[in-house]
């Protein structure tokens, strides 16, 4: 026998060896750098965040920035933190596509916040719902409202999770074969209020 290949075989077939890529950063946290969107009118950097929309003015309808590429299986972290009056949301786009009419808005699985949409998966400009929607007493107990919060997502295959502030609320395993299972991150921003929602320590991490 070789001398140190025994060792190895058993790091292998025991699952030792994580084949998934190191995390990287996605925002810089100065620049827009790996991001597409409207950056004159509806978003900006403040603070070592990505910040869209107002709260001096209601946001005329939804806008999203969104990564200049795409990622398929992957674990998400990032902060956010959604203020404002009248109809206040926000969400994470998942493997998502831009759409041409209108051009500002994007199809694709969301990781919801908002009034009734903390920790829910929606289905946004596709089937046009909510797939899973957590306990209302749960988002109540761990909910910081008007704080950061902290979204850890993951999307393996068809299953997509999702964990507010470190409960999972979202267990979610897709049926239709002809929904993609890749597409491009965004970051939203809902119109029909005066409001902001603001992202920050954006860090993906690719899996097998």
């Not at 060896?17 to 750098?33: E, K, N, Y």
């Not at 009056?85 to 493997?95: A, K, S």
């Not at 964990?163 to 993609?180: A, C, F, S």
Request: charge should be neutral; include cysteine.
């Amino acid at each position: 026998m070789i001398k140190g290949l025994l060792p190895v075989c058993l790091l292998v077939f025991s699952g030792f060896i994580d084949s998934s890529a190191p995390p990287v950063t996605l925002f810089d946290g100065r620049t827009f750098r790996g991001w597409a969107g409207d950056t004159v009118n509806t978003w900006r950097i403040q603070d070592g965040a990505l910040v869209g929309g107002s709260l001096e003015k209601q946001v005329p309808y939804n806008d999203f920035l969104c990564t200049t590429r795409s990622y398929a299986n992957f674990e998400l972290t990032l902060q956010w933190k959604l203020v404002g009056t009248g109809f206040v949301n926000g969400g994470v786009q998942l493997r998502s596509q831009r759409l041409t009419d209108p051009a500002y808005e994007m199809t694709g699985y969301q990781a919801d916040l908002g009034n009734g949409y903390w920790g829910s998966l929606y289905d946004e400009s596709r089937r046009n719902k909510t797939l899973v929607a957590p306990d209302s007493s749960l988002i109540k107990r761990i909910l910081r409202l008007n704080e950061w919060n902290d979204y850890r997502i993951q999307c393996e295959g068809p299953r997509i999770r999702l964990w507010l502030n470190g409960q999972q609320t979202v267990d979610y395993v897709e049926t239709d074969p002809e929904i993609p299972r890749s597409g491009l991150i965004g970051l939203q921003i809902h119109g029909g209020g005066k409001a902001e929602a603001s992202y920050k320590n954006i860090v993906l991490r690719e899996l097998p």
